[in-house]
């Protein structure tokens, strides 16, 4: 399993999609499974694909997170991914995706609309922000403290077309 940070002009690519299990919509990562035949990298470019309408250039691993490594042996790679460019694949959700294109200093007050979805997206959040701290990729806060950070755009994954 992966779960893929993408990071675009300083922003983070959300997706907000149905989660059966809840039986509700929530904002999370995009992420999916590793098919046979097939690494991580290769994995997590197709999911950017898929459910956000970009590829990376460079993707990372930046952590594995496992469930219960007690009891069953799943596990998700945390990747982060930027320098994106457009690229679509026809992906195997049941509907289209809506994508959030959030500012890094606007994440914490867009979250607060909505619910987390599981432990490996709220865990993603904490190594987003070791990861801007590390200097990786830009300065930068998860925060709601910047009033004059843009909030990007939202992209309407259906007809993938961006809104400003």
């Not at 432990?119 to 930068?140: H, I, M, P, R």
């Amino acid at each position: 399993m992966i779960l893929i940070i993408p990071i675009l002009d300083e922003c983070v690519l959300f997706i907000k999609e149905y989660a059966a299990g809840v039986d509700d919509y929530m904002i999370t990562l995009p992420k999916g499974k590793i098919d046979d035949n097939e690494d991580m990298y290769a994995a997590a470019n197709r999911e950017l694909q898929e459910e956000v309408g970009y590829k990376s250039h460079n993707i990372k691993l930046i952590q594995k997170i496992y469930l219960a490594p007690g009891y069953i042996s799943h596990v998700t790679n945390m990747m982060i991914a930027d320098k994106l460019e457009r690229s679509t694949l026809v992906g195997d959700e049941p509907e289209a995706l809506e994508v959030h294109k959030i500012h890094i200093s606007q994440i914490n007050s867009f979250l607060k609309d909505y619910r987390i979805s599981d432990d490996e997206y709220a865990k993603s959040l904490d190594e987003l922000q070791e990861y801007l701290d590390s200097g990786n990729v830009w300065k930068g806060k998860v925060s709601n403290t910047d009033k004059n950070a843009k909030r990007c755009v939202e992209i309407d994954r259906g007809s993938i077309t961006m809104k400003y």
